[in-house]
């Protein structure tokens, strides 16, 4: 069974940086044909997709509204993902949460159907 952990996260003002970084694991798993991806939920709104990368890292795709702020990249020996997040707005504010779909196709993780999903983690961006 895939388990997924975050860690990172936490308060920053506007404008700062900030990192989250998602471990998975699993007996005997190899994560390196999953896309993993990160997701994002706003206080009393839907849980929404926010990037997500190729099985290889050579390929990642985001949402409009972080593009050219967030940069997602993977670690396939240690199983990680991390998501680094710059000029941070008050907008951004969520818990984020890692996810991971076996699939070849990187887009399909968008919908977040058929995906493990990590617990989440807090991210506050004070204005």
């Known amino acids: 069974q895939v388990q997924l952990k975050e860690s990172g996260g936490g308060l920053v003002q506007t404008g700062g940086s900030l990192g989250v970084s998602c471990t998975a694991s699993g007996p005997g798993q190899s994560f390196s044909d999953y896309v993993m991806g990160w997701f994002r939920q706003a206080p009393g709104k839907e849980r929404v997709w926010v990037a997500a990368t190729s099985w290889s890292g050579r390929n990642s795709i985001y949402t409009d509204s972080v593009k050219g702020r967030f940069t997602i990249s993977r670690d396939n020996v240690k199983n990680m993902v991390h998501l680094q997040m710059n000029s941070l707005k008050p907008e951004d504010t969520a818990v984020y949460f890692c996810?991971?779909?076996?699939?070849?196709?990187?887009?399909?993780?968008?919908?977040?159907?058929?995906?493990?999903w990590g617990q989440g983690i807090q991210v506050t961006v004070a204005s």
């Open positions: 996810a991971v779909q076996k699939t070849g196709v990187l887009n399909t993780i968008i919908t977040g159907r058929n995906v493990t």
